[in-house]
């Protein structure tokens, strides 16, 4: 079973920028596409971003593209979700997940809550205006 450790959250002013930390434990991110969505209080969980496993893929939802970036880092095993220019309607619980696969498939990336296996607890960011 992996667990998922977020970290990062807060609360920022419009226009401010924070960046989440994924990390599992007791894994390595062999083989994982990774991503970010979240939930507002009243909303359903919706779809932030997306890193293929080799992270020679990414895709965003059109609400944060060109504001939010997803990364990681091979070597510290961790994905990050680096978030500039921030909106009040980016106030949210920011969730990190993540999906096994048995192989190396090259560019997959996942854009919907079930086609994930694992999620971390949630961090909130709160953006006041």
């Known amino acids: 079973q992996v667990q998922l450790i977020e970290s990062g959250g807060g609360l920022v002013q419009t226009g401010g920028s924070l960046r989440l930390s994924c990390a599992p434990s007791?894994?390595?991110?062999?083989?994982?596409?990774m991503g970010w969505f979240r939930q507002a209080p009243g909303k359903e969980r919706e779809f932030v971003a997306t890193i293929s496993w080799s992270a020679d893929s990414t895709y965003y939802a059109d609400s944060v593209k060109g504001r939010f970036t997803i990364s990681r880092d091979f070597a510290k095993n961790t994905v990050y979700l680096q978030m500039n220019s921030l909106k009040p309607e980016d106030t949210a619980v920011y969730y990190c997940?993540?999906?096994?696969?048995?192989?190396?498939?090259?560019?997959?990336?996942?854009?919907?809550?079930?086609?994930?296996?694992?999620w971390g607890q949630g961090t909130q960011v709160t953006v006041s205006s």
């Open positions: 007791g894994r390595t991110f062999s083989w994982y596409v």
């Open positions: 997940a993540a999906k096994q696969f048995v192989s190396p498939i090259v560019g997959v990336v996942l854009t919907t809550p079930p086609q994930y296996d694992y």
